[in-house]
Every structure is written in structure tokens, then in C-alpha cells.
């Protein structure tokens, strides 16, 4: 079964990597709504090769997957384009598609910290993706839509004295995947750094569910009853994709997910990655319990939005051929992501929440002089 998911979802990369270039020169229909409110996109990924002195690396066996290529795609460029311009020119790219938005004004792009070994310093052998925070945070600068998301190992020898620079930095939360990090929420050595983020007020978003976008993971790592210890240390937790993929002991991980957050105010739920075609059916879970709409936010997982995995012919059974051909039409991929989770009812206040709980500030002019 899982072998014959995993088929599917390469299937779909591969009909995204053909459908890109007919997408851009798409007829564009105007959205019919006008967002109410101010709409930041809380999961928003970048990438890099190490150009440009980034500092970013992937390792051999990633860089070397056809899934390398397709992400690449997907933020549509080449990695001829990132020798040339730099790792930078993604970041670039993100901010001028925001400003191509009618309804999404800014974006936290996310950092990607690696694992780290028993010395407390990174292990370039076991780490697959790496993307500094510096890197993120120097370039979300120069962009007046774009925010701060860094990312930190706890396991870290410097890891608190990271968190405070961090957090004087402009970050808006750390982001953690913790099943590739190989980060155990449940790790009682974590508590000095819970109580960090905590007195910083500084939200943890990090992966609940399984993990298919690497090449190995360790799945029990995003079981989201791990995410007791920092709960009850009062950090303000955001499940990302709502533990919408995957089992643990038997029992479907949003429903262990959705137990706990009716039990913590403190534990948020994004609805990144939802409208997917391997996740079909969950954003409709999500949005199934009232209960929940006050703690759910919105997020895309850019650049997945980008791809097969993400058309609204997937939904065609919910929403009608005629509006998913509509939603089909528009170019820019967060008007058009905003539009299809209309059509799927996801009200206004989620759509507006990323502004008011995790963003401190926007990066004024004045600010963003390198």
C-alpha cells in the first residue's frame, strides 16, 4: 500500500513537471471574492544548492532524486539559474508571486536546520536538506512581504543562545520537522529550551504525521502525542498539515491530534499541504468540528501549490467541474490556492488568523537595507 502511494505521488510530480509551462500561459479569470482581512501564508519553503555563498547543501542522494528536479520546478527555476544568480533568486521569486496576489500579502519562509550529533555541532553526513536561518533572515530582509522563519535544532550545544538571536532577529517561529531532524519532542533535555521559547513567546511549528518527501524518516518522531512536554510548558505549538497523514499505535494521527487540541489552547493546527491529492478528504476533517475552526491557520506548503498534487480537478467530485475549471485558470498560485479552500469551506477567521497570532511586525522599508 505504501509503495503503490508513493507511485502515485511521483506519477503526479511528473504531470505537474509537464503541466508548469501550459499553467503560466493559462487564460486568467479574476477571483470572484475579496479577502476581508490581511492573509499571511505561515508555511511558505525555500531551497538551495549552496550558491551565492548561501551555506545551504542537500546531500548527494536528494540532489541526485528526480525529486530534486521536481521542487526545483516547482519554484520554477533551474539549477543553472541558482549557479548563476544564486540560492537568493528563490526567496526573490516568492516575494514577487506575493506581490502578484490580490489576497495573500506575505509569507513566512522557513529555514531548515539539520541533524545534529553527539558533539552538539551539525552532521553534514546524516543531514539531507539544510538551509541556515542567516540565509533566510538576510534575504526576508530585503522584501517588505516576506517574514522571518527560523529553524533550530534543539539538540544544539548554542541552541538557546540561537533561539534569543533568533528572536532579536525578527523571527516569527521555529520550525521544526522532527521525524528528519531526528528531534524527540518528548526529550525532558528539551525543557530548558522549552521554557526559552515560551518566555520569548515564540511559536514552534513543527510536522505532525508521516513524512514521504525525503528519503528516510523516522516517523514516530511527528506522533503528535510527543507534543505533551512543550504543551504543558505553555509554548504555543502549531501542528503543521494537522497530523493529516499516517498512523501511530494503531490510531489515525489527526484524530490523536484533534484530542489534544481540545485539551490545549495552546496547540494550533495549519492547514498546509490539505488540498493534496495524497491527503484528499482531510481538509474536509479539519473543517468538520467547529470545535477546532479557532485554532486552525492558514498555510500552503509553497511550493507544493505548484503542482499535480494540488489542482482543483482533485476536487472536482466536491466542488463541480465548473468551479474547479474557474480556480484552474488563475495564475498566481496563492489567489489560486486561497480560492480552491474557499470552495472547500474554509472560513474567512482561518484565513486571517496567521496575522494576528504569530506576526509581530512586517519588515518595514526602512528596515530592509542589507
Known amino acids: 500500500m505504501k509503495k503503490a502511494k508513493a507511485a502515485l505521488i511521483l506519477v503526479l510530480f511528473f504531470v505537474c513537471a509537464t503541466m508548469s509551462a501550459a499553467q503560466q500561459a493559462a487564460p486568467v479569470e479574476k477571483p470572484q471574492q475579496q479577502a476581508e482581512a490581511t492573509i499571511i501564508d505561515m508555511h511558505c519553503h525555500t531551497a538551495g544548492a549552496g550558491y551565492g555563498g548561501s551555506g545551504c547543501f542537500i546531500s548527494k542522494k536528494m540532489r541526485d532524486s528526480i525529486k ?12 543553472k539559474d541558482l549557479q548563476e544568480q544564486g540560492d537568493g533568486l528563490i526567496i526573490k ?12 500579502k506575505g509569507a513566512v519562509v522557513l529555514a531548515m536546520d539539520g541533524v545534529i550529533g553527539p558533539d552538539g555541532s551539525l552532521d553534514k553526513e546524516a543531514t539531507e536538506i539544510y538551509i541556515p536561518g542567516e540565509f533566510v533572515r538576510d534575504e526576508v530582509k530585503k522584501y517588505d512581504n516576506l517574514y522571518y522563519g527560523a529553524s533550530i535544532n534543539p ?16 523571527a516569527v517561529l521555529v520550525k ?12 525532558t533535555r528539551l ?8 518566555r520569548l513567546g515564540m511559536p514552534l511549528l513543527t510536522h505532525t504525521g508521516d513524512e514521504a518527501s525525503f528519503t528516510k524518516a523516522r516517523n514516530e518522531y511527528a506522533d503528535p502525542m510527543r507534543l505533551l512536554l512543550p504543551l504543558k510548558l505553555g509554548v504555543t505549538v502549531i501542528a503543521a498539515h494537522m497530523a493529516s497523514l499516517g498512523k501511530t499505535q494503531g490510531q489515525d494521527n ?14 494550533y493546527a495549519d492547514i498546509s499541504a490539505l488540498t493534496q491529492a495524497n491527503r ?13 475552526h479557532n485554532q486552525l491557520l492558514y498555510g500552503t506548503d509553497y511550493p507544493l501549490i505548484n503542482t499535480a498534487l494540488c489542482l482543483p480537478w482533485v476536487h ?7 468551479e474547479a475549471r474557474r480556480i484552474r485558470l488563475i495564475q498566481n498560485p496563492w489567489d489560486r490556492d486561497v480560492e480552491l479552500k474557499r470552495a472547500l469551506g474554509v472560513p474567512e477567521q482561518i484565513f486571517a488568523r496567521p496575522a494576528t497570532l504569530i506576526m509581530k511586525r512586517p519588515y518595514a522599508a526602512k528596515d530592509n537595507a542589507p
Open 191 to 198: 525543557m530548558p529550551f522549552y521554557k526559552e521559547m515560551a
Open 68 to 79: 530534486f528536479k521536481i521542487y526545483l520546478n516547482s519554484f520554477g527555476v533551474t539549477l
Open 316 to 322: 472536482v467530485k466536491t466542488i463541480g467541474i465548473r
Open 280 to 292: 484528499l478528504g482531510s481538509l474536509s476533517r479539519a473543517l468538520s468540528d467547529s470545535q477546532l
Open 254 to 267: 489527526m484524530v490523536r491530534l484533534t484530542a489534544l487540541m481540545k485539551r490545549y489552547p495552546n496547540l
Open 176 to 187: 521544526w520537522l522532527p521525524s528528519i531532524m531526528m528531534i524527540d519532542p518528548t526529550d
Open 155 to 170: 539538540y544544539r550545544r548554542d541552541a538557546i543562545e540561537r533561539l534569543r538571536q533568533a528572536a532579536a532577529d525578527g
Open 93 to 104: 521569486k516568492i516575494s514577487d508571486q506575493l506581490h502578484a496576489s490580490q489576497y495573500v
